[in-house]
């Protein structure tokens, strides 16, 4: 079974980039046709789908979010990061890596078979 664990810093300074890390155990990040996808949670809101990388590689993201976010692969390690650059407090969520097996957009947990535990990130000074 397919397990993800996210990893980061859990605060960070307002204007800077965030990075992300979420590691794979279980299953390969190059395996057809999976997606692996950033999902983060703000406080009091709904989940939003912030991007994902696919299996051969190609990254999708967001278009409220395309300008601050790039999202990479490392195969060699099993891992896919989250770069998010220019950070607010607006940027304070739980932030998931999740897998899905078709491309979507859509944050509905239904369409997503794995998640990570999330991680808890402020962004504050």
């Known amino acids: 079974q397919v397990q993800l664990q996210e990893s980061g ?33 703000p406080p009091g809101k709904g989940l939003e789908w912030m991007g994902a990388i696919g299996y051969s590689g190609n990254a999708y993201y967001s278009p409220s979010l395309k300008t601050r976010t790039s999202i990479s692969r490392e195969t060699y390690k099993n891992q896919f990061t989250l770069q998010l650059s220019s950070v607010t407090p607006e940027d304070t969520a739980v932030y998931y890596c999740a897998r899905s097996t078709l491309f979507t957009q859509q944050a509905d947990r239904r369409l997503y078979d794995s998640w990570g535990q999330g991680t808890q990130v402020t962004v504050s000074s």
């Open 9 to 41: 810093p859990g605060l960070v300074n307002p204007s800077q980039t965030l990075s992300l890390t979420c590691t794979v155990s279980g299953g390969l990040i190059t395996t057809k046709f999976y997606y692996w996808n950033w999902i983060r949670q």
